[in-house]
């Protein structure tokens, strides 16, 4: 087979969806971000041990990728079993893997053998990554919304063990009750930061990844199109306020701190408290808080405040 027919399989086989701005909003509206995710990867582990598959997902499908937010691999491999050609990372482009098609069908996708199956054995993980076997459920949301999938592959065929597609979805569709129970929990971090007066913002990681921002926090400094980019990426005026620094401050030394007050257009003026913080799936971020006409001491006790009601849903 030519590259260009090839590339033609390819298109033809991919699933036909519109849905992926959609998702892309209900994913930020939830506060699922592209990032590597405790909590997720303790589900793809299960999915694992479950399935006794090689590798399993907790995978956000967008608007324009798919991010495994919960990675999990077998590494108790027999002597010669087959192993992955190479490691497909955390994102993916949306004509890879199966994925996209169990979210556009909105079904459970089984997979003894992708060989077996033309519409799938094109598929540029099979010959890239040497996947063979896949099994797959759609994450629905509360409102219907499909935001992505929690899978399992593996380099081996299963199509001698007759059991195994049924057994496999039984395991994988009761890690996604758990996941799903976990999407509940992000929405009630949501709603608190949402809540509270003043711009929020949480960050993680040396690049100040954005896991949560208010609207608030919107209205100051611009719209955050998905959660997980560095807040350098989307906020240009944060280091001008002095936020940036602080973050980065707090980051090294864990203890809290605040900026110098920032003029707002009405006169009044804003400092921002930052203190190290906890939310599900992630041990450690600093959480940022605007406060308006108010001293320091005040705004660290009010970012405290919050920031311990935010590991009470960590609990």
Not at 305 to 314: F, G, H, Q, V
Request: proline residues 5%; hydrophobic residues 45%; glycine residues 8%.
């Amino acid at each position: 087979m030519t590259d260009q027919e090839l590339a033609a399989r390819r298109m033809s086989t991919s699933p036909a969806d519109d849905g992926g701005a959609e998702r892309a909003e209900r994913l930020r509206e939830i506060g699922l971000a592209s990032v590597p995710d405790e909590r997720f990867d303790a589900f793809a582990r299960q999915i694992v041990e479950r399935t006794g598959l090689q590798a399993g997902m907790v995978n956000l499908v967008g608007g324009t990728r798919m991010y495994f937010a919960g990675s999990a691999a077998r590494t108790n491999l027999a002597p010669g079993e087959a192993t992955f050609q190479a490691d497909p990372g955390r994102e993916m482009a949306l004509d890879h893997g199966f994925c996209p098609h169990v979210v556009a069908r909105r079904l459970a996708l089984v997979l003894d053998d992708v060989y077996a199956y033309p519409r799938f054995s094109g598929n540029r993980v099979v010959d890239g990554l040497g996947v063979r076997a896949y099994a797959g459920v759609p994450l629905i949301d509360e409102d219907g919304t499909v935001l992505g999938t929690v899978c399992a592959v593996d380099p081996s065929s299963r199509s001698e063990d007759a059991g195994w597609a049924n057994r496999s979805l039984e395991a994988i569709k009761e890690v996604r009750e758990e996941v799903l129970a976990e999407f509940r929990l992000r929405r009630q971090v949501t709603a608190l930061l949402a809540a509270t007066p003043g711009p929020v913002l949480v960050t993680s990681g040396q690049q100040l990844e954005v896991l949560y921002a208010n609207t608030a926090h919107e209205h100051l400094f611009g719209a955050v199109p998905e959660l997980g980019v560095p807040a350098a990426t989307v906020f240009a005026d944060l280091a001008a306020a002095g936020v940036t620094a602080v973050v980065h401050q707090v980051l090294r030394s864990g203890i809290p701190a605040v900026t110098a007050p920032v003029p707002l257009a009405d006169e009044r003026r804003m400092l921002f408290a930052v203190v190290p913080a906890q939310v599900p799936g992630h041990r450690s971020v600093q959480l940022t808080l605007g406060v308006i006409d108010a001293g320091a001491d005040h705004a660290v006790a009010l970012a405290h405040e919050l920031s311990d009601n935010l590991t009470k849903l960590c609990q």
